[in-house]
């Protein structure tokens, strides 16, 4: 499994643009994608300007696949409504460490 952790500081004058892009995006990541997950999109208590995405996939295959989807496009579209680059952490999963807590509800 990939597990990733992205933080995203984005211009406030294109926060609309954006959070109605992420959220096409994070929704069909897990409505439409079989190996999609998890994809939470969390907002910075301390700095509203600053949001996480948390992801999870089965393999890379599957990440591959998620960035061909139409809501991923969607989301590229807006991308310039960030501020500067992102910072994306790849990490492994431990707990809940059975699988099929992560595929739960998947086909």
């Known amino acids: 499994m990939i597990a990733m952790w992205v933080k995203a500081r984005i211009k406030p004058e294109q926060r609309k643009r954006f959070l109605e892009a992420i959220e096409i995006d994070a929704l069909g990541s897990e409505r439409d994608e079989a190996a999609c997950y998890r994809f939470n999109v969390l907002q910075d208590e301390q700095d509203p300007n600053v949001y996480y995405f948390f992801e999870v ?5 599957a990440l591959e696949a998620h960035r061909t989807m139409p809501h991923y496009a969607t989301w590229r579209a807006a991308a310039d409504s960030i501020d500067g680059a992102t910072q994306a952490t790849r990490c492994s999963t431990v707990f809940p460490s059975a699988a099929e807590y992560w595929t739960k509800g998947k086909r």
């Open 57 to 61: 996939y089965k393999d890379q295959a």
